[in-house]
């Protein structure tokens, strides 16, 4: 006997009820099949777009020391106001110091964590905020190029530029930063 005459010969000895059932075992694996790779096959939705970095403001000339003295004064203000004692730096736009004053009463080491959030705010045109934040947020990114990640670091700007940068320590991070932006805000 052929092979195709041994498959007639089953087909034929097939009872109706058993190819009904066999349809319907045929239906269910093909509609189990959909349902594997129809997700495969469906078209995904494009990635969102990636936020545009922030615009920082283009660096300009360099801070005088006339305009420095007027931040610092309002930084000691602020600070005096509210009973903290700070170090207060101001670099110009590269970084370089124009002026350093250290309140009676204020630890030592802030006199180098100020200049360096000076310095960092100068150097990234942001504030030091920014890092603090990021590295609250997981990026590590910060610290490897060297950023200072504590707030109290602000951008000196005059005509929408760069002219500087002041940088305070002696209190909270968030005291620090407080007294900063509201010397920053002296000279705009």
Do not use: H
């Not at 959909?34 to 922030?54: D, E, F, Y």
């Not at 300009?60 to 931040?71: C, D, M, N, P, Y």
């Amino acid at each position: 006997m052929s092979v195709t005459n041994a498959l007639s010969a089953a087909a034929a000895m097939t009872c109706p009820k058993d190819i009904e059932t066999m349809k319907t075992s045929a239906a269910l694996l093909a509609v189990l099949a959909l349902s594997i790779t129809a997700p495969a096959m469906a078209q995904t939705p494009p990635a969102a777009a990636p936020a545009a970095p922030p615009v920082y403001p283009p660096y300009g000339r360099s801070i005088t020391l006339a305009e420095a003295k007027t931040v610092v004064a309002a930084a000691e203000a602020e600070a005096r106001k509210n009973g903290w004692t700070m170090v207060i730096a101001v670099v110009e736009p590269n970084g370089a110091l124009v002026l350093s004053q250290k309140m009676d009463g204020t630890q030592y080491g802030s006199n180098d964590v100020a200049r360096r959030k000076a310095e960092t705010s100068a150097n990234f045109r942001r504030p030091t905020s920014v890092f603090q934040d990021a590295v609250k947020g997981g990026t590590l990114n910060a610290i490897f190029t060297g950023a200072l990640a504590i707030e109290g670091g602000e951008l000196l700007i005059i005509d929408n530029k760069v002219v500087g940068a002041i940088g305070v320590s002696g209190g909270s991070s968030a005291q620090d930063g407080q007294v900063a932006r509201v010397a920053a805000a002296a000279i705009k």
